[in-house]
């Protein structure tokens, strides 16, 4: 028996009766108000109203809905096996397998999933309709477009006080996590009710972080471990080492001790090649480098003072502002300081004094980054003042090219990992600027002043952080993402032509001072006699006599000035009295002339 059920309504229920026609309009139903119903009215005062965060728009094929997605992970082993097998012990699998191979069941099930398999690889051998096949005739035409980049998001800092975007870190394995280091670096402004965490952010979901990082001070660096995407590590503002895991949640798995760590922010920590992958070391503005095993932060596992006269003395150290450490010369690292000087350093000598090899001087102001070109080792680069240089590690007195001086300050630069002649930097006037070896104004990310800057391992993503705790992610155009022909070795000759160049002219130099200490030397001897010129010769060679001969010249030269000034002032004074005498004399005609 079938079972319907039927659903009756009243003919009065259905509505009023459809009139396909126009008529006029009439009066269905006049309701008057109730005075009794309006005893029952309570009226709320305050009344709370529940308003939408973002703005009211109407539904259209246009609008797109918001996806906020979620990653999750599972655990495959190996299962399926009866309970009488043991799946470690191979010889019970083996025999198992055995038995299943001469079953029938299995031979028609390999048959049939092979016809399976067979169709899809049939699939991926079939021709690809849209192959480019002439790919190197594009490549060349996209070397000739104008450079740009896209912005694709913008990760804002949650906090109601915004803080600077200090440093970036890309996640090492599949570079779709950012990691960001929040702290103010303006001295005394920093708020009771401002906030010290950091973050991770998912590059697809910028509407809120991945993961909040909650440090005892305010995160100054932080970088992710190559070796195991899960640990981070990162330098406080109080001169403190914290040092993450992912999977135990937003607390530090340990941090340094204050009485063994940095007495000043730690502006840059990097991490070292070695077997265990645990190694770090970090730089501060007071003059020490120090050594780390994230394993015991209890204190660093080596120092280094920064001072250039090799006798450890910390009140004369150098204060470090940037590192540089390449792994395939794991002995040397280098050092950029506040005072404008690069210092290169060997880890691997026998005494404190012969760690520091040289010194680069060429920048006014601190070396807020340094890099090496990740294609050829010698050459670096660093940023200071307003100015990019690039230089050699056997020229130590210039660099060999270098930037035309900008109208804001530089402060961070990165190479491009794929195209070696492409460099990035930032400025305080927010915009980013792309040089291939010549440098081109790029966009205007943002009105705030940009100071980080951090490019992902495949050079085709680029994040910028900013003073007002926003951090931008571009997409780079292929033309500066995609390896040009002949690139390496048309840079590798512009390198040794350059260097050759500075090597020249150096030594060019040279000889002009030789000659004229031999000329002044000569003409010392002929006026006091020969008795005393070698004394003479020797306090030429002093500071003081040198700090006193750039005196004299400077007040000749500003004596000089002053007289030739005085004179024209002289001569246009004479001027000016004549051409008085010339006017007192034409009216004094005018005047006789009129009496007349």
């Given at each position: 028996?079938?079972?319907?059920?039927?659903?009756?309504?009243?003919?009065?229920?259905?509505?009023?009766?459809?009139m396909?026609?126009?008529?006029?309009?009439?009066?269905?139903?006049?309701?008057?108000?109730?005075?009794?119903?309006?005893?029952?009215?309570?009226?709320?005062?305050?009344?709370?109203?529940?308003p939408?965060?973002?703005?009211?728009?109407?539904?259209h094929?246009?609008?797109?809905?918001?996806?906020?997605?979620?990653?999750?992970?599972?655990?495959?082993?190996?299962?399926?096996w009866?309970?009488?097998?043991?799946?470690?012990?191979?010889?019970?699998?083996?025999r198992?397998r055995?038995?299943?191979?001469?079953?029938?069941?299995?031979?028609?099930?390999?048959?049939?999933?092979?016809?399976?398999?067979?169709?899809?690889?049939?699939?991926?051998?079939?021709?690809?309709?849209y192959?480019?096949?002439?790919?190197?005739?594009?490549?060349?035409?996209?070397?000739?477009?104008?450079?740009?980049?896209?912005?694709?998001?913008?990760?804002?800092?949650?906090?109601?006080?915004?803080?600077?975007?200090?440093?970036?870190?890309?996640?090492?394995?599949?570079s779709?996590?950012?990691?960001?280091?929040?702290?103010?670096?303006?001295?005394?402004k920093?708020?009771?009710?401002?906030?010290?965490?950091?973050?991770?952010?998912?590059?697809?979901?910028?509407?809120?972080?991945?993961?909040?990082?909650?440090?005892?001070?305010?995160?100054?660096?932080?970088?992710?471990?190559?070796?195991?995407?899960?640990?981070?590590?990162?330098?406080?503002?109080?001169?403190?080492?914290?040092?993450?895991?992912?999977?135990?949640?937003?607390?530090?798995?340990?941090?340094?001790?204050?009485?063994?760590?940095?007495?000043?922010?730690?502006?840059?920590?990097?991490?070292l090649?070695?077997?265990?992958?645990?190694?770090?070391?970090?730089?501060s503005?007071?003059?020490?480098?120090?050594?780390?095993?994230?394993?015991?932060?209890?204190?660093?596992?080596?120092?280094?003072?920064?001072?250039?006269?090799?006798?450890?003395?910390?009140?004369?150290?150098?204060?470090a502002?940037?590192?540089?450490?390449?792994?395939?010369?794991?002995?040397?690292?280098?050092?950029?300081?506040?005072?404008?000087?690069?210092?290169?350093?060997?880890?691997?000598?026998?005494?404190?004094?012969?760690?520091?090899?040289?010194?680069?001087?060429?920048?006014?102001?601190?070396?807020?980054?340094?890099?090496?070109?990740?294609?050829?080792?010698?050459?670096?680069?660093?940023?200071?003042?307003?100015?990019?240089?690039?230089?050699?590690?056997?020229?130590?007195?210039?660099?060999?090219?270098?930037?035309?001086?900008?109208?804001?300050?530089?402060?961070?630069?990165?190479?491009?990992?794929?195209?070696?002649?492409?460099?990035?930097?930032v400025?305080?006037?927010?915009?980013?600027?792309?040089?291939?070896?010549?440098?081109?104004?790029?966009?205007?990310?943002?009105?705030q002043a940009?100071?980080?800057?951090?490019?992902?391992?495949?050079?085709?993503?680029?994040?910028?952080?900013?003073?007002?705790?926003?951090?931008?992610?571009?997409?780079?155009?292929?033309?500066?993402?995609?390896l040009?022909?002949n690139?390496?070795?048309?840079?590798?000759?512009?390198?040794?032509?350059?260097?050759?160049?500075?090597?020249?002219?150096?030594?060019?130099?040279?000889?002009?001072?030789l000659?004229?200490?031999?000329?002044?030397?000569?003409?010392?001897?002929?006026?006091?006699?020969?008795?005393?010129?070698?004394?003479?010769?020797?306090?030429?060679?002093?500071?003081?006599?040198?700090?006193?001969?750039?005196?004299?010249?400077?007040y000749?030269?500003?004596?000089?000035?002053?007289?030739?000034?005085?004179?024209?002032?002289?001569?246009?004074?004479?001027?000016?009295?004549?051409?008085?005498?010339?006017?007192?004399?034409?009216?004094?005609?005018?005047?006789?002339?009129?009496?007349?």
């Open positions: 028996m079938e079972i319907v059920h039927v659903y009756t309504k009243v003919r009065a229920e259905f509505g009023r009766q459809c396909f026609s126009d008529r006029p309009a009439e009066l269905l139903l006049d309701l008057q108000p109730d005075p009794s119903v309006g005893q029952t009215f309570v009226s709320r005062n305050p009344r709370d109203v529940a939408q965060v973002c703005r009211a728009m109407s539904e094929q246009v609008n797109t809905e918001r996806f906020e997605s979620s990653s999750c992970g599972m655990n495959h082993v190996e299962g399926g009866p309970k009488d097998i043991n799946p470690a012990e191979m010889e019970q699998t083996i198992f055995k038995k299943v191979e001469k079953d029938e069941g299995y031979v028609n099930s390999v048959l049939h999933l092979g016809s399976v398999m067979e169709h899809c690889s049939r699939q991926n051998n079939a021709a690809d309709i192959q480019d096949y002439f790919e190197e005739e594009e490549e060349s035409e996209e070397g000739q477009e104008t450079p740009f980049a896209k912005t694709i998001n913008v990760f804002r800092d949650p906090n109601e006080v915004k803080r600077t975007v200090t440093a970036l870190s890309w996640h090492p394995d599949s779709r996590k950012l990691a960001a280091a929040y702290s103010c670096l303006e001295f005394q920093s708020t009771r009710d401002m906030s010290l965490d950091s973050y991770i952010w998912d590059i697809e979901n910028p509407n809120r972080p991945e993961m909040a990082l909650k440090p005892t001070s305010p995160l100054i660096c932080l970088e992710y471990n190559p070796k195991d995407s899960h640990t981070l590590v990162g330098g406080s503002y109080n001169g403190q080492i914290a040092y993450w895991d992912t999977r135990r949640g937003s607390q530090p798995v340990e941090f340094s001790s204050v009485e063994q760590s940095h007495r000043d922010p730690v502006y840059k920590i990097i991490w090649q070695s077997k265990t992958g645990t190694d770090a070391f970090s730089a503005t007071d003059g020490q480098v120090l050594w780390w095993d994230v394993r015991k932060l209890s204190e660093p596992t080596e120092r280094l003072v920064l001072d250039l006269s090799r006798e450890g003395n910390l009140d004369r150290a150098l204060g502002i940037s590192l540089e450490f390449e792994a395939t010369m794991p002995t040397k690292f280098m050092v950029g300081t506040e005072q404008g000087v690069v210092v290169s350093c060997n880890r691997k000598a026998k005494t404190a004094a012969e760690k520091i090899v040289c010194t680069y001087e060429g920048h006014h102001g601190p070396v807020y980054a340094l890099q090496r070109n990740p294609f050829f080792p010698k050459n670096f680069l660093t940023v200071g003042d307003w100015t990019a240089r690039i230089w050699s590690e056997d020229i130590k007195e210039s660099s060999i090219m270098w930037t035309k001086y900008q109208t804001s300050f530089l402060m961070d630069t990165c190479w491009s990992p794929v195209r070696p002649s492409v460099f990035f930097t400025k305080m006037d927010g915009v980013l600027d792309h040089c291939v070896l010549s440098p081109s104004a790029g966009p205007q990310v943002c009105d940009l100071y980080s800057l951090r490019v992902q391992d495949n050079g085709r993503f680029l994040a910028c952080g900013s003073q007002q705790g926003g951090a931008t992610l571009l997409e780079i155009c292929p033309g500066l993402s995609t040009q022909k690139e390496k070795s048309l840079l590798a000759a512009m390198f040794e032509r350059e260097t050759k160049r500075e090597k020249i002219l150096e030594a060019r130099q040279k000889e002009i001072r000659k004229e200490r031999s000329r002044s030397a000569q003409s010392r001897e002929e006026e006091g006699g020969g008795g005393g010129g070698g004394a003479r010769e020797e306090g030429e060679d002093s500071p003081d006599q040198l700090i006193s001969n750039a005196e004299n010249n400077f000749n030269i500003v004596e000089a000035e002053l007289r030739r000034r005085r004179e024209k002032e002289e001569e246009e004074n004479q001027e000016k009295d004549v051409c008085e005498e010339k006017e007192v004399k034409e009216e004094e005609e005018e005047e006789e002339e009129e009496e007349r």
